[in-house]
């Protein structure tokens, strides 16, 4: 079972409204300097296999969760994980990271 791996940008975050523009102004040079390079991906990877682990595999409720929802989802995208299955996770190397971090994200794009 693999699922499709998409790019997507997600952001929430709570705060008072009138903290918005400050907020925004954060997030942009967050990602605008976002450094993404083979030993951060290495990390980062590890990091979501273990919440993998956590939240799945040693969870009686998580495997039950996954295997009801590929089972009751067959041609719905929410079949696969949020987080990816495991397979999914060994075969990502990084492809499609470097167009996020080649070129310059700014407010208005948030």
């Known amino acids: 079972m693999h699922s499709q791996l998409v ?6 975050e709570t705060m008072v409204p009138g903290l918005l523009p400050i907020a925004i102004e954060l ?4 990602l605008a300097n976002l450094k993404i390079d083979s030993e951060a991906l290495y990390i980062e990877r ?3 296999f273990e ?8 969870s009686p409720d998580g495997r039950m969760q996954e295997a009801v929802w590929s089972l009751v989802f067959k041609s719905h995208p929410y ?3 949020v987080i ?5 996770l060994k075969a990502y190397g990084g492809h499609g990271s470097s167009s996020l971090s080649s070129r310059s994200i700014t407010s208005r794009e948030i």
């Open 7 to 12: 790019t997507i940008r997600f952001f929430h």
């Open 27 to 30: 997030e942009s040079d967050r």
């Open 46 to 48: 590890q990091v979501v």
């Open 51 to 58: 919440e993998r682990r956590l939240r799945t595999e040693n």
């Open 79 to 81: 079949r696969a994980p």
């Open 84 to 88: 990816g299955y495991e397979e999914d």
